[in-house]
């Protein structure tokens, strides 16, 4: 009986270290739309984040358009924001349409990339003791 407890115990430990990772990194993640850049213009998020793309400007507007493979196409009004989340690995590159060029699949001005990993061991993280 000791001998089950001790191992329900240490089950326990394991799970609450495998569970904890996955709760904590999957993050919000805010870009700002700056008058001819993204800040920040590259954002590296763990795989199943939120990017929410804001534009602070009262009179500008901003776009967050997709290009390299993947479909995405928000407009950016005057203090208006766009949200997606990320499933998949990868990087995702996005530019804005006022102003930036793309041309042979090299983005010029107002640029950005997501980079998308799959959520790792944090820092620091104890692996549970061999038995
Ligand atoms: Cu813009």
Redesign the pocket.
């Known amino acids: 009986m000791k001998r089950l407890v001790r191992s329900a115990a240490s089950l326990f430990v394991v799970a609450a270290i495998l569970l904890v990772p996955a709760a904590s990194i999957a993050a919000t993640k805010k870009v700002t739309?700056r008058p001819s850049s993204w800040g920040p213009a590259r954002l590296e998020i763990t795989k199943g984040s939120t990017v929410v793309w804001t534009n602070p400007s009262t009179f500008e507007d901003?776009s967050v358009k997709s290009y390299g493979g993947w479909r995405y196409r928000e407009l950016l009004g005057p203090k208006a924001q766009a949200t997606r989340r990320f499933r998949e690995v990868g990087p995702f590159k996005y530019r804005?349409e006022?102003?930036s060029t793309l041309m042979d699949g090299v983005c010029d001005g107002?640029c950005g990339v997501v980079k998308v990993v799959r959520a790792g061991w944090p820092t620091g993280a104890l692996l549970p003791a061999a038995a």
């Open positions: 739309a901003h804005c006022f102003p107002m």
